[in-house]
């Protein structure tokens, strides 16, 4: 549990001028800020009187540990790792659009001006997390994983390499300054084509810290402060982000259009991927602004086996942070993400009523952002002691143990077909889609949003595959009927029957992919990323209380070894959903009006499943639904039933 508060500012002015009736100017200026403060539930709790002795001395990291029992199969105790939290965002931005029409010729061009300011604090680790997941006796005891790792904990012994602590002050202001300018001609060719040609260029500067905490490591020189020599900003600028789009639109004749376009887009590094890249597997700092370095120094303490574990026992060894250390860089050369976006479509409109559109959308992405981890040892021997001696930076950086950067080398593709019908009628709305699609790249967000790093940072091709987000099959049919109100009726029993709506949304979809993992180091890199062998057929027939996959189909690969399953191979649940309204409306004389609802949620009462967990040595059983994050009126929840009555005046 969290406690949040939150509070937003926005204000927006516009001046619109009309210099001639073929020439429109638009100046407008937008300021929003957004403060937020999260807190864990338990915040101003006093750990010690438990027995735990974490060394946190801070009140604002005050609370219970996250403490991880069987990580992916049992809640954990104590508040998400990356609390507590905050931030102060301001954004003003400056914009001028101008259009100017020249007969055939569409003109448009403009541009904008923007400043960012993030001043926040994210405390990731820093309450400490406690990992008990077998390792060190429970896996000899029994081969079912919760059992194992409940083992460890009734034993006291926490895992090594997960189990860690960050100190230090996370307080950061950064700034990054954005412009941007366009030109853009829509030519009507002659009366039944159109050709839209258009060129943007964008600027993102390299993001600044107010008090001058931004550092980076060199692999030749080192772990340096910002303005040092050597390294005079945290990365090199862009200047080459420009981007060319095209489009056409043709009518056929017979009520037929065919229509595409083409464009290239940059996207600006999200402050996020700096200061909150949080669920990284290997390490708990939180992103390249935190760093053991500086007036403001993160360091993450990873205490070697056996961890002291017991009443006021130092858990995390004394006050003063001892290396090995945690370090989060940055490549210097990070070029933006660059997407290309194209589509062809036709439409066929079937009477003035019907209309029939057949599309092909399609994607690819370039320079995307992943965390990798230049530090990984080679596979061999998962002692921590070991598995530092292998790191490429040990001898000429013994002080550093993991080393994650945040680099531009990922990529994706996603193809799909696209088929809709609708009609539109005086009492009927009806529309249809359905979308076969295929989202293939190798991180699916930067770092932690996804739970990077990749299994094998020397490696990325071997986590190309499916997107964690893919959906290879979706269907919608969405309806609204007016109902006729009956010809005979008078009086009251017509004011009854009359003013009724039916409206529905339908959706069924295939499943998520699901990503099997180990809960070990098995390779020995300290990754945690480890996928098992696949050595059999891991289909089964469906069975809600059975396994979802056959965990005889998986294997754990030699010790100081990498498995031979990919990511995300195998499919989650699908999706069967119908929710459905009945709406009444009634006048009440004047402007009032009663609207009377009746919203079913899963009307059938379908059974629907979230993923099963996927973690090795768990039996893959389906445990929760999709709604789990909202209990009540959650998309794939069990039937609700919602009565809404609404007056309006």
Same mark, same amino acid.
């Given at each position: ?81 990356? /609390?507590? +939290?905050?931030?102060? &965002? $301001?954004?003003? *931005?400056?914009?001028? %659009? !101008?259009?100017?029409?020249? #007969? ?126 050597? /390294?005079? +900003?945290?990365?090199? &600028? $862009?200047?080459? *982000?420009?981007?060319? %789009? !095209?489009?056409?639109?043709? #009518? ?141 930076? !040990? ?255």
């Amino acid at each position: 549990m969290a406690q949040s508060h939150t509070v937003v500012h926005l204000f927006a002015a516009e001046w619109q001028h009309a210099l001639s009736p073929q020439f429109l100017n638009a100046a407008r200026f937008g300021y929003s800020r957004y403060a937020e403060t999260t807190l864990p539930g338990d915040h101003g709790f006093d750990v010690t009187t438990l027995g735990l002795n974490t060394g946190v001395s801070s009140a604002r990291d005050s609370g219970l540990p996250e403490i991880d029992i069987a990580p992916g199969e049992y809640e954990n105790l104590g508040a998400s790792l990356s /609390l507590p +939290r905050g931030r102060a &965002s $301001n954004v003003f *931005d400056l914009s001028d %659009r !101008a259009s100017w029409n020249r #007969g055939a010729h569409q003109l448009k061009f403009g541009g904008s001006a923007t400043l960012l300011q993030e001043n926040a604090y994210t405390d990731t680790g820093m309450r400490g997390r406690l990992v008990f997941d077998g390792s060190q006796l429970g896996d000899q005891l029994s081969t079912d994983f919760a059992i194992a790792s409940l083992a460890d904990l009734l034993a006291g012994l926490p895992a090594p390499g997960v189990t860690t602590i960050a100190r230090g002050d996370s307080q950061r202001y950064l700034r990054q300054r954005r412009w941007a300018a366009f030109v853009e001609d829509g030519w009507q060719v002659r009366p039944a084509l159109k050709v839209t040609l258009g060129l943007r260029h964008d600027q993102f500067s390299v993001p600044t810290e107010k008090q001058g905490r931004l550092s980076n490591f060199v692999p030749g020189a080192g772990l340096l402060v910002v303005g040092a020599p050597g /390294l005079a +900003r945290e990365y090199q &600028s $862009n200047n080459v *982000d420009f981007a060319p %789009r !095209a489009a056409f639109a043709l #009518g056929l004749g017979g009520n037929r259009t065919v229509s595409g376009g083409w464009g290239l887009y940059f996207d600006a590094q999200s402050f996020d991927e700096l200061m909150d890249n949080s669920s990284n597997s290997n390490s708990i700092l939180p992103g390249p602004v935190f760093n053991p370095i500086g007036t403001s120094a993160i360091f993450t303490i990873t205490p070697p086996p056996p961890i002291p574990f017991g009443p006021g026992f130092e858990i995390f060894g004394p006050a003063a942070p001892q290396p090995p250390f945690d370090v989060f860089a940055v490549s210097t050369h990070f070029p933006d993400p660059r997407y290309q976006n194209f589509n062809l479509a036709v439409e066929q409109r079937l009477g003035s009523q019907q209309l029939l559109r057949i599309a092909y959308y399609g994607t690819r992405g370039d320079h995307l952002p992943v965390v990798i981890d230049v530090n990984q040892p080679l596979p061999g021997d998962a002692d921590p002691a070991s598995e530092q001696a292998r790191r490429p930076f !040990a001898a000429a950086f013994p002080q550093f143990r993991v080393i994650n950067t945040l680099t531009a080398a990922a990529h994706s593709n996603y193809n799909s077909l696209q088929v809709s019908a609708q009609r539109s009628a005086a009492n009927v709305t009806f529309r249809a889609s359905y979308t076969f699609s295929r989202s293939l790249d190798d991180a699916s967000g930067a770092g932690g949003f996804h739970g990077g790093p990749p299994e094998d940072s020397r490696n990325l091709r071997r986590d190309y595959g499916p997107s964690d987000f893919d959906l290879r099959h979706r269907f919608t049919v969405s309806y609204a009927w007016r109902v006729p109100a009956p010809a005979a009726p008078r009086g009251w029993l017509r004011a009854l029957l009359a003013n009724w709506q039916l409206n529905g949304i339908t959706t069924l979809e295939t499943g998520a992919p699901l990503n099997i993992a180990l809960p070990f180091d098995n390779s020995g890199t300290g990754e945690f990323r480890d996928r098992p062998n696949l050595v059999g057929n891991a289909h089964v027939a469906f069975n809600p209380t059975g396994p979802y996959l056959n965990p005889a189909a998986f294997a754990q690969p030699a010790v100081g070894t990498y498995g031979n399953l990919g990511r995300n191979v195998f499919s989650g649940p699908g999706l069967n959903d119908f929710d459905m309204s009945l709406v009444k409306s009634q006048h009440l004389g004047g402007d009032r009006l009663l609207r009377l609802r009746a919203e079913f949620f899963n009307v059938w009462n379908h059974p629907n499943f979230a993923n099963p967990s996927t973690t090795f040595g768990t039996g893959f059983r389906l445990t929760s639904t999709p709604d789990s994050s909202n209990p009540y009126f959650g998309n794939g929840s069990a039937r609700n039933v919602q009565l809404v009555a609404e007056l309006e005046f």
